[in-house]
């Protein structure tokens, strides 16, 4: 039976060969498009894990930085400082906002920082400064390398001219890369008035995050804490479930075509091999012996597939930043758990057509012209 | 030949719905702009567009502008971004606080706002969080009604929500006790021009009125948001829309082959009956431009179909598939395709030997 499979697999290399190409392609588009949204995902959750803060304080009710909005007032700064266990609270502003320069545009998330503070800026600076002076920004170094500028050249922002003062590495994504402009400058942008949007809370060595931001919730009316971890968990989550419903979408597409793309092939080859099945078959072989060899051979294609699927997945995670530095992919075994499952049960269906043909095969066949 | 057409439809299917997906979102990003019936909006000086961006007008400004005798009336509008959080579902939003105009333009249940504790909801964010009219929902932390439901109000960005702009004004300005300040400042002024006056002299004169703020059209607000949109998503549907042709290209490619394979003793006896290659490449060439064209006024019907149930899955989706310009640019995809394609069996066909016609 092992035998009868792989020399009909084998019997049209170039068939097997454009079969399992097909194949690979329906579940590279899947696990591409999976691994785009956990790869912007995890780039979404950058700026918080990178922050040096243990603790985040925002409004009540907010549980994100991602697409979200939180004000607090600036007065609560002293109330935050002087609750158990803190070290360092640390105001930043925070908006969306799209950078302009050369022609040239990105979306950011905009965050206003200030002098002296030790949390909240950038983490790796290629050139300049870190924090802005009043009137410049910090971009990342993927914006100067698209549009062509460096350090002292203008670029403007929520509608206003600001001077290239740094630029950062690690900074940039499709989906919210980070821009630092001085706090002030922001509030006055942005009206603000007395306000922030996050408080950045450092826990003194030994201090529990969890048990801080308990007391911090506790001690500030009004108020949202949550530990980093949670934080991040919690965009995490968000940007996830943004993407979940489009990616069954198009798992099922690739499924389909998956699906017929093994499922023409079997049928074709079990149609021009109906001399040999019909030998067989006079031969004594049952016609559960033969859906087996027509089975397996689906198997075979899908598990090849599935390998180049894999293999093209992971030169793709390794191009895509070189091809489009705005785009990231990763693959969590999750997600290619997910996309085995869907590639065993295409091999299934797919024999379902090839394999009601078998039984319909007779063995006279063989002395027909 | 049946099942070759099946499978060329549906990578036509596959192709249409990826273009149908990036102009859907284009769509869908725009609508509730494009709903705005104002001729003018007024927005904060170097904001120009809402996806995304923050724009807020001197709330004093008001006044100025409905003095004007251009103006017959404005209406603000407020706008915040969030979370909504409801059933371990997670959505981002945009809350829309609105008085007689720039709420929702179809409401397909219920009503509108009527009260400052109420909210409607986009029909694509009830599904996703099990929501029904009447449920008590908390946004911002504040309980609202759920009175009404709109449509059309939703796209991958996020959705809408829309509650009375008193309320929303004083969610926003966070602690008024505290911060000093009574209320935020809208996000965008909808202006309604006094009869006779047209809105490009309107836009001039009023633009005048404040440094701080600039004039547009809707249009040109939806515009931008699209554009915006399209900076943050474009590499990678571009990229999704390439992924779809080249796995098309495998599958028409195979089907072609497959076809070709079947039929490879004619082929022989055709070419020991004194056929050259040319011949035979005419022939393939035909019959993938036939199926082809077949395969392709099915699989744009079909797409239709596709693109109708996708939404029922995932209701903040749309597919745009009934667009002239994307069954043109699948069309000729296809075609394309096809004509690339035919390389795999006309391959084949150069390698047929006459002899095998002789042979059991």
């Known amino acids: ?369 | 030949m049946a099942l070759s057409i099946a499978a060329i439809a549906s990578v036509v299917v596959l192709i249409t719905v990826f273009e149908g997906f990036k102009s859907g979102l284009s769509a869908q990003v725009r609508s509730y702009v494009d709903s705005l019936t104002a001729p003018l909006v007024v927005i904060q000086a170097g904001a120009d567009s809402t996806a995304a961006v923050r724009s807020a007008v001197p709330a004093e400004l008001v006044q100025k502008l409905t003095a004007a005798p251009e103006v017959q009336a404005v209406h603000p509008v407020l706008i915040v971004r969030s979370i909504f959080e409801h059933a371990d579902h997670k959505t981002p939003v945009s809350v829309v606080g609105y008085e007689e105009r720039g709420g929702p333009a179809r409401i397909v249940a219920g009503r509108p706002v009527a009260g400052p504790d109420e909210a409607v909801f986009d029909r694509g964010l009830m599904r996703k969080h099990g929501l029904s009219l009447g449920d008590q929902v908390a946004v911002f932390g504040r309980r609202f009604k759920v009175v009404g439901v709109s449509s059309g109000t939703s796209s991958l960005l996020g959705s809408y929500i829309f509650v009375s702009l008193e309320t929303l004004q004083t969610i926003a300005s966070g602690f008024p006790e505290t911060t000093g300040q009574a209320t935020e400042a809208p996000t965008m002024l909808l202006v309604d021009l006094a009869p006779g006056v047209t809105a490009s002299e309107a836009q001039i004169r009023l633009g005048a009125l404040s440094a701080d703020v600039r004039v547009v059209t809707p249009d040109f607000l939806a515009g931008n948001d699209v554009r915006a949109v399209n900076d943050i998503m474009g590499s990678a549907m571009t990229f999704l829309v390439y992924a779809a042709y080249v796995v098309g290209l495998l599958v028409v490619g195979l089907t072609f082959y497959g076809g070709v394979l079947e039929r490879h003793s004619e082929f022989g006896i055709v070419k020991a009956l004194g056929a050259g290659n040319r011949w035979l490449y005419a022939y393939v060439l035909a019959y993938s431009a036939a199926l082809t064209a077949a395969a392709l006024a099915i699989g744009i019907a079909a797409s239709q179909g596709v693109a109708s149930l996708i939404p029922e899955i995932a209701p903040q989706y749309l597919v745009v598939a009934w667009d002239p310009r994307v069954i043109f640019r699948t069309s000729v995809a296809a075609l394309g395709i096809a004509l690339i394609a035919s390389a795999f069996p006309i391959l084949r066909v150069s390698r047929v030997d006459p002899a095998m016609v002789f042979r059991r």
């Open chain 1, 1 to 369: 039976m092992l035998r009868l499979m792989w020399s009909d697999l084998t019997s049209e290399p170039l068939r097997l060969a454009v079969t399992v190409a097909g194949v690979a392609g329906a579940l590279v588009l899947v696990l591409a498009l999976g691994g785009l949204f956990e790869g912007t995902s995890e780039k979404i959750v950058t700026y918080p894990q990178r922050s040096g803060a243990d603790v985040w304080v925002m409004q009540e009710g907010v549980s994100n930085m991602h697409m979200a909005t939180s004000i607090l007032p600036q007065s609560y700064g002293e109330a935050i400082s002087t609750v158990d266990g803190v070290e360092q609270a640390t105001p930043i502003l925070y908006v969306s906002g799209v950078v302009e320069a050369e022609g040239q545009r990105w979306f950011s998330y905009v965050i206003g920082i200030r002098e002296g503070e030790p949390n909240g800026g950038p983490w790796d600076v290629a050139q300049g400064r870190a924090v802005p002076d009043p009137g410049g920004i910090v971009v990342p170094d993927v914006f100067a390398r698209q549009a062509g500028f460096g350090l002292g050249d203008r670029l403007t922002i929520l509608g206003a001219s600001f001077r290239v003062d740094g630029i950062t590495r690690g900074t940039y994504s499709m989906a919210n890369s980070l821009t630092f402009v001085p706090f002030e400058d922001m509030a006055r942008l942005l009206s603000a008035g007395p306000t922030v949007s996050y408080y950045l809370v450092k826990a003194g060595d030994g201090v529990d995050p969890q048990g801080l931001a308990t007391r911090l919730e506790s001690a500030v009316a009004g108020t949202n804490a949550m530990t980093t971890e949670d934080f991040v968990a919690s965009d995490r989550v968000m940007a996830r479930q943004m993407g979940a419903d489009i990616i069954q979408v198009m798992t099922l597409i690739g499924f389909v075509i998956g699906v017929g793309v093994v499922g023409l092939t079997m049928y074709g080859a079990t149609v021009s091999h109906a001399r040999e099945y019909g030998v067989v078959k006079a031969l004594g072989a049952t016609n559960r012996r033969l859906i087996g060899v027509v089975v397996l051979q689906a198997v075979a294609m899908i598990a090849l597939g599935f390998g180049f699927a894999i293999g093209l997945a992971l030169l793709l995670r390794q191009a895509l930043p070189l091809m489009a530095s705005d785009l990231a992919v990763s693959y969590p075994g999750a997600l290619i758990g997910r996309v085995a499952v869907a590639a065993g049960v295409m091999a299934v269906v797919s024999s379902v057509l090839p394999a009601w043909r078998i039984p319909r095969l007779e063995p006279v066949i063989v002395f027909k012209e």
